[in-house]
């Protein structure tokens, strides 16, 4: 059951359209959604992947974002170059928690910022000396790195520097990898965008490099793509698919590094975890390789266990017989999660704003606690996303694409929810106002949330947040 009716959500979205130009709102319309099951193609209901409006508040990113934030940034045994004024690169180092393996400036370069620092000279003259001057010098400084990516801020191509020029001297002269990636913040209407710049980069430089050739491939080598080991997601991830017999070869971006990128090519299936911005590199290897993909969902024990049959089915009895064994072996893991927390968050109502995978993917966990999901969205999601979304709601739940900072606050003050899962924009908006909130985007400096060990840190964190005695003293300071 939804927190309201059709007619009542229905008449909500009006409500918060009518405060918009005429122009604004018919645009601002067509992002906002009612679910309805028996709508054939859902996914069209809702326009996605456009342009903000100019004047609201937006919580999404931009394509450089997209690029050195999500896909090549966690990449750890390279050094990732924000090539540009340095504040970009401030500001996107060390603030997802993708954590590594490694030892930092050594081997290992994830929460490093490394910058070419524009200054009006560079504006006015070029940077393309500059950036050739840096790539020689961060291999020297930094010698054990495997090689450079350079991600691309808005005045790079604004002044139309020819990085892509300064990236094949200098990968010859260093012998390693020097890799252009052309994710200036102002192509395209989101961090989205970056992503697929990314993998374009990944398809073009990386993919087919010589690899070692000691590797000796097996009939059950998988690879992990678009698992950004938030707060550790990925080797909680890693340890089911290896217990039920899988050879994980590759795990990219988090904790990743540059030899697995090169091997995943030899992969038996590519697992898919964040669609959205690995969904491109998976197809091309599908096209190229004819390796298969599957997305699979390893947030709470109902999908985990739905995604460890269907990861299975591509193989042979071995590994069917052995996802069966770590579904069982962990059940009472999962009894006892459940026996705990379903009393205190049982019909509990949340409302979710967010990106990449999670406004469909934790879906699934906070039903097993017993909760309703009464509205979700994506901050940069595609139709596709949609299409997958608007069937894991309830009818009548609110989708809303691109929210804007009014209409979120609209709706969160008509529902009351019990529990918000959002971003750092919002968090401490609903704070002040009382209402529990979880940071969705890091865990809030909790995690792992995937696989069954994470869903009991999951499980603990939503049951400390929401039955926390401190929001009924709470009263948003406007309001005094």
């Not at 906002?32 to 919580?59: I, Q």
Request: proline share 5%.
């Amino acid at each position: 059951m939804s927190a309201l009716t059709r007619e009542e959500a229905e008449s909500l979205i009006q409500e918060v359209l009518e405060v918009y130009p005429e122009e604004s709102k018919q645009d601002r319309a067509k992002h906002l959604y009612v679910n309805d099951p028996e709508t054939e193609k859902t996914g069209s209901c809702v326009t996605s992947n456009r342009k903000s409006l100019p004047g609201v508040m937006t919580a999404r990113g931009c394509s450089y974002a997209g690029s050195k934030g999500v896909v090549w940034g966690p990449i750890k045994d390279m050094i990732h170059l924000s090539h540009g004024p340095v504040g970009c690169g401030q500001y996107s180092r060390a603030g997802r928690r993708n954590y590594y393996v490694g030892h930092t400036g050594v081997n290992a370069f994830g929460t490093m910022n490394f910058t070419s620092d524009f200054q009006e000279k560079d504006i006015v003259y070029g940077g393309d000396k500059k950036l050739a001057k840096i790539v020689e010098e961060i291999d020297t400084l930094f010698p054990m790195n495997k090689g450079i990516s350079v991600q691309s801020e808005c005045p790079v191509g604004l002044i139309g520097d020819d990085i892509e020029a300064v990236a094949r001297k200098c990968s010859e002269e260093i012998n390693k990898p020097v890799v252009p990636v052309r994710c200036e913040g102002f192509r395209g209407v989101s961090q989205s965008l970056g992503h697929h710049i990314a993998n374009d980069a990944i398809r073009d430089h990386i993919l087919d490099r010589d690899m070692d050739d000691d590797f000796v491939s097996t009939p059950y080598d998988v690879a992990i793509i678009g698992d950004y080991n938030i707060g550790g997601d990925a080797w909680s991830s890693r340890i089911l698919l290896e217990e039920m017999g899988l050879r994980v070869i590759a795990q990219w971006s988090g904790d990743g590094t540059l030899p697995e990128m090169i091997r995943t090519p030899k992969a038996k299936l590519n697992l898919l975890h964040c669609y959205r911005s690995m969904n491109y590199i998976s197809r091309h290897m599908e096209t190229k390789y004819g390796i298969p993909w599957l997305e699979y969902n390893f947030f709470g024990p109902t999908k985990i266990a739905a995604s460890l049959r269907a990861i299975a089915a591509h193989f042979d009895d071995k590994i069917k017989d052995g996802a069966e064994q770590v579904i069982a072996k962990y059940q009472p893991m999962v009894d006892a999660i459940n026996e705990k927390f379903r009393p205190r968050l049982n019909e509990k109502k949340v409302m979710l704003y967010v990106g990449g995978l999670r406004p469909r993917h934790v879906i699934g966990a906070y039903e097993d606690l017993g909760m309703q999901i009464v509205g979700t969205g994506y901050e940069f999601g595609h139709n596709d996303d949609y299409e997958r979304t608007t069937k894991e709601v309830a009818d009548s739940t609110l989708i809303y694409d691109d929210v804007t900072e009014f209409e979120l606050e609209k709706f969160v003050d008509k529902i009351r929810p019990d529990l918000i899962g959002a971003g750092i924009k919002e968090k401490y908006v609903y704070q002040k106002m009382g209402i529990p909130f979880r940071q969705m985007h890091s865990w809030d400096y909790s995690g792992p949330y995937h696989g069954y060990d994470g869903y009991a840190i999951f499980a603990r964190d939503i049951d400390m947040t929401i039955n926390n005695p401190c929001w009924k003293n709470m009263k948003a300071p406007w309001k005094s």
